[in-house]
């Protein structure tokens, strides 16, 4: 049995806390300690929690992984970590991976949990691997083909690995927009048509909602001809928008897609798990030109509760360094 010090980030009702623990970690046969050096926050997400706007019937169906204690009190959360192997199996000591364990400094995680990252990712990109498995999710979940018109609402991360996707599948046409003019530079930088208005919509196959905002439904439900598809990646939390049901949803044939990356749509999940689906989305990341995703400015886990309360505002997977 060895003796470690650990660190983990717990919020609570929009304050958060840093606890230092002094730990006797004692490992099974299957398990693995892993030293963190990185890990990256999931913005939108971690944000409703962070101000405890996840509503009561969703704390189990929105529990990240590896939580420690509950919504309605202190809890452990995140899911965007890598780390070095300490502990373990010979064969597994110093390999690099990639785990959905919370802001944590050390822990010890089943071996069937983590993803072995391949040489040629480096490490801090890897951090983008639970929002390049939401884009896939959503691909699957809607399926463009090919010739299909696409936009996508809100340039955050998850918008952008929406549009980098369906930018590299071959015959699909994708706009971004949003309202932050900023964000034509990151748009730029992957050869992406990017757009400020939702008036900008022109006869969409597909629009792929990632704003965060409930408020942008009905105007996308206004501009959505014949039978659109609206694929919603945004988890809105406790917020609530009054759709109107009976006007263009109706005569228009629309579909609303609420693409929830927690499960694998039936169509895929008899050859595809969430392990393996990781997996192809840490390959999806061999493209130095997404770099560009995370902020360079990174943060210590004394910096996060600042760092909620403030809010994010380039939109970037904000790094916190161990």
Same mark, same amino acid.
């Given at each position: *049995?060895?003796?470690?010090?650990?660190?983990?980030?717990?919020?609570?009702?929009?304050?958060?806390?840093?606890?230092?623990?002094?730990?006797?970690?004692?490992?099974?046969?299957?398990?693995?300690?892993?030293?963190?050096?990185?890990?990256?926050?999931?913005?939108?997400?971690?944000?409703?929690?962070?101000?405890?706007?996840?509503?009561?019937?969703?704390?189990?169906?929105?529990?990240?992984?590896?939580?420690?204690?509950?919504?309605?009190?202190?809890?452990? $959360?995140?899911?965007?970590?890598?780390?070095?192997? #300490? %502990?373990?199996?010979?064969?597994? +000591? &110093?390999?690099?991976? $990639?785990? *959905?364990?919370?802001?944590?400094? #050390?822990?010890?995680?089943?071996?069937?949990?983590?993803?072995? #990252?391949?040489?040629?990712?480096?490490?801090?990109?890897?951090?983008? !691997?639970?929002? *390049?498995?939401?884009?896939?999710?959503?691909?699957?979940?809607?399926?463009?083909?090919?010739?299909?018109? !696409?936009?996508?609402?809100?340039?955050?991360?998850?918008?952008?690995?929406?549009? $980098?996707?369906?930018?590299?599948?071959?015959?699909?046409?994708?706009?971004?927009? %949003? @309202? %932050?003019?900023?964000?034509?530079?990151?748009?730029?930088?992957?050869?992406? !048509?990017?757009?400020? =208005?939702?008036?900008?919509?022109?006869?969409? =196959?597909? +629009?792929?909602?990632?704003?965060?905002?409930?408020?942008?439904? &009905?105007? @996308?439900?206004?501009?959505?001809?014949?039978?659109?598809?609206?694929? +919603?990646?945004?988890?809105?939390?406790?917020?609530?928008?009054? +759709?109107?049901?009976?006007?263009?949803?109706?005569?228009?044939?629309?579909?609303?897609?609420?693409?929830?990356?927690? &499960?694998? !749509?039936?169509?895929?999940?008899?050859?595809?798990? &969430? #392990?393996?689906?990781?997996?192809?989305?840490?390959?999806?990341?061999?493209? %130095?030109?997404?770099? @560009?995703?995370?902020?360079?400015?990174?943060?210590?886990?004394?910096?996060?509760?600042l760092f909620f309360n403030k809010g994010n505002p380039k939109g970037l997977c904000k790094v916190v360094k161990y």
């Open positions: *049995m060895r003796h470690y010090t650990t660190q983990s980030f717990w919020v609570s009702n929009k304050k958060g806390v840093v606890k230092k623990e002094s730990i006797n970690f004692e490992l099974t046969d299957d398990e693995v300690l892993i030293e963190a050096i990185y890990s990256g926050v999931s913005y939108g997400t971690e944000k409703i929690v962070f101000d405890s706007q996840v509503p009561k019937n969703q704390y189990k169906f929105m529990r990240a992984p590896h939580q420690v204690g509950e919504f309605s009190g202190a809890v452990k $959360y995140g899911y965007l970590s890598v780390g070095k192997i #300490i %502990d373990g199996p010979k064969k597994l +000591i &110093n390999k690099y991976v $990639y785990t *959905m364990f919370p802001h944590q400094s #050390i822990y010890k995680i089943n071996s069937s949990l983590i993803t072995l #990252i391949p040489n040629d990712i480096p490490i801090k990109r890897a951090l983008l !691997t639970a929002n *390049m498995e939401t884009a896939i999710n959503a691909m699957w979940d809607s399926k463009p083909s090919i010739g299909d018109k !696409t936009y996508v609402i809100g340039a955050g991360v998850v918008g952008l690995l929406m549009a $980098y996707v369906l930018h590299n599948t071959f015959g699909v046409n994708v706009t971004v927009i %949003d @309202i %932050d003019s900023k964000k034509k530079k990151l748009c730029d930088a992957f050869g992406i !048509t990017f757009k400020k =208005d939702l008036c900008d919509i022109k006869n969409p =196959d597909i +629009i792929y909602e990632c704003s965060g905002s409930v408020g942008v439904l &009905n105007e @996308i439900i206004d501009k959505s001809p014949l039978e659109t598809k609206i694929c +919603i990646l945004s988890w809105y939390g406790k917020q609530q928008a009054k +759709i109107k049901m009976g006007e263009n949803c109706f005569s228009r044939r629309l579909k609303l897609i609420f693409s929830q990356v927690g &499960n694998i !749509t039936s169509y895929k999940s008899k050859k595809w798990n &969430n #392990i393996d689906r990781r997996f192809l989305a840490l390959k999806m990341l061999k493209d %130095d030109k997404l770099d @560009i995703l995370i902020d360079k400015k990174e943060l210590s886990l004394e910096n996060l509760p």
